[in-house]
């Protein structure tokens, strides 16, 4: 029981770094695009934030630095794929392979720095709480920013006008398009704030989760964010609940291994990512559903000559 309350606190912190992750790119794909470029965004990011606190010895600074280095990745990719329109997914998976390279060239002066000690955060003083205190309390601010940013987002997509047209520019964008609704800019915009939203995802990484910087250090939690958008039906909440049962899978291991379970550490490390391809598997058995959730042109070009 002891242990129960320090898990759900990790729990909380892992599917974190998953939910800003994911809902960027449920961003996008409600505006009917596919960026599969998430982990390299993510990997420039936790470099920038890494780089940035360490040289200014401010959090909130390396956070920004952050969403900045992946909203400039995510307008580049729009470029390329909204005005001259290469293939989403093959762009996608080049920007991907590009921020895991240049991230490892750049941040080999930062792998041997260090952040000054973080300080105890408590909401409300509150902290001490048998339990709860020690499970909700002590979290970082950005874990209930989390939460605040999926409902606002929930209500964007489902309660505001503007949300109503990203909706429909997704669903089709040539009805967009008829009714004198730029298409192409507002694709953008989703774009670009997607990446911003991996790129806090990144940094939140390097400078809270694990405040240092090694090559590769996302791991391939831009794929499992991915993975949530289809999991999650395209839906804010489920999108919040899928990651916080991935950062469980993934804090479970560590779990596992400090009480001691005879499994070899390697079976343990698969975990996530085997939960991964498990939900991904039982989603595509009933393909319908998927199709009936899914917004009807994701990954489709657009261009207003027709």
């Known amino acids: 029981m002891d242990a129960l309350p320090l898990l759900l606190a990790t729990t909380l912190s892992a599917g974190t770094v998953l939910a800003f992750a994911a809902l960027g790119l449920l961003l996008n794909e409600r505006a009917g695009v596919v960026n599969l470029g998430a982990e390299g965004m993510m990997l420039v990011a936790a470099l920038a ?45 080049a920007l991907s392979l590009f921020g895991g390279g240049f991230s490892a060239f750049l941040g080999i002066g930062y792998t041997k720095e260090t952040l ?10 509150l902290g001490d709480l048998p339990f709860v205190g020690t499970a909700l309390l002590r979290q970082h601010p950005l874990v209930y920013v989390a939460i605040m940013l999926t409902l606002a987002l929930a209500w964007f997509l489902y309660r505001s006008r503007a949300g ?16 004198g ?10 774009v670009v704030a997607g990446g911003a939203l991996c790129g806090l995802s990144g940094a939140y990484i390097s400078v809270v989760y694990t405040p240092l910087w090694v090559e590769g250090m996302v791991a391939g939690k831009g794929w499992i964010a991915l993975a949530l958008t289809t999991f999650a039906t395209w839906r804010p909440a489920r999108v919040l609940l899928g990651a916080y049962l991935f950062g469980g899978v993934t804090m479970l291991q560590f779990h596992l291994q400090g009480e001691g379970v005879d499994v070899p550490s390697q079976v343990l490390s698969m975990l996530p990512y085997l939960a991964t391809i498990v939900v991904l598997v039982l989603i595509s058995r009933n393909a319908a559903w998927i199709r009936v959730n899914m917004p009807a042109s994701l990954g489709k070009p657009f261009s207003p000559g027709g």
């Open 49 to 93: 934030g890494f780089a940035t606190a360490v040289q200014t010895g401010n959090d909130w600074l390396g956070f920004a630095a952050g969403m900045g280095a992946g909203a400039i990745m995510a307008a580049a990719f729009g470029l390329l794929v909204i005005w001259l329109n290469t293939n989403q997914y093959a762009t996608g998976l």
């Open 181 to 190: 609704y730029p298409v192409r800019r507002i694709r953008l915009a989703a």
């Open 164 to 179: 109503l047209v990203l909706r429909a520019v997704g669903e089709s964008p040539e009805s967009a398009h008829a009714l």
């Open 116 to 125: 000054p000690a973080r300080t105890q955060h408590d909401l409300f003083g």
